[in-house]
């Protein structure tokens, strides 16, 4: 059982250039989310999903976009990254809105 | 902003030592999450507390949620090098995304 599954781990970006962070779950979660993590700044809400094709924003959802075509992926996509998205970037689901997250191992992203 | 302050921020302590660690917020909430995060991970789920006044043990770590719901706290007997991570709590505002805290970094040397 594979649970969440993100890809790239690791990605270096120059500035201006836009990438998608692929996130997978195999649980047959509703409710998928992605979260930043910065030093001291615990785990950020960036986008939302409570089902295929509603997705909703969190705190810090601002040059970021996401979609739900499907139960199974929410990809996260860098419209043109900024050295402040340089982060630490988690995919979670979750069977209910504020159940237990499952999260993926993180995709590191520097942006030069 | 945070609605959810972590304390204290970094730990470092000698094996054998007890430690606590503090969640607050001027916010009630439904339930509260702890989390253990390894280094090159996701976190994981190691409780979650719903009833104000609530305390829930595993093995050597102990959490309590306050009686208003408004804070928690996670105390570890006996710290051992694999208690090393960093500790996050969650809140959980009826029908809302949870919100997390800054996170405690922890290091139990040997």
């Known amino acids: 059982n594979a649970g969440v599954t993100q890809t790239p781990k690791f990605q270096v970006l120059k500035t201006g250039q836009s990438m998608t962070l692929q996130c997978a779950q195999d649980m047959n979660h509703e409710y998928m989310s992605w979260y930043r993590q910065d030093p001291g700044m615990g785990l950020r809400l960036i986008h939302y999903s409570v089902g295929a094709g509603i997705t909703d924003q969190g705190e810090v959802p601002n040059g970021y976009n996401v979609s739900r075509s499907t139960t199974e992926d929410f990809p996260l996509r860098l419209l043109s990254a900024a050295p402040s998205q340089t982060s630490v970037y988690f995919c979670?689901?979750?069977?209910?809105?504020?159940?237990?997250?499952?999260f993926g191992e993180g995709s590191r992203l520097t942006v030069l | 902003t945070q609605l959810l302050e972590q304390s204290p921020q970094f730990l470092s302590i000698q094996e054998g030592e007890n430690l606590t660690v503090y969640c607050n917020s001027s916010s009630v909430f439904s339930s509260l999450q702890w989390y253990r995060q390894e280094p090159g991970e996701g976190p994981v789920l190691l409780v979650t507390v719903v009833t104000g006044g609530e305390v829930k043990k595993l093995k050597r770590l102990t959490f309590q949620f306050g009686d208003a719901r408004k804070d928690s706290s996670l105390h570890i007997t006996a710290a051992q090098p694999g208690d090393t991570g960093l500790y996050l709590c969650a809140g959980d505002n009826a029908g809302n995304m949870l919100t997390f805290g800054g996170g405690t970094r922890l290091m139990v040397k040997p």
């Open positions: 979670a689901s979750s069977y209910s809105i504020g159940g237990e997250l499952f």
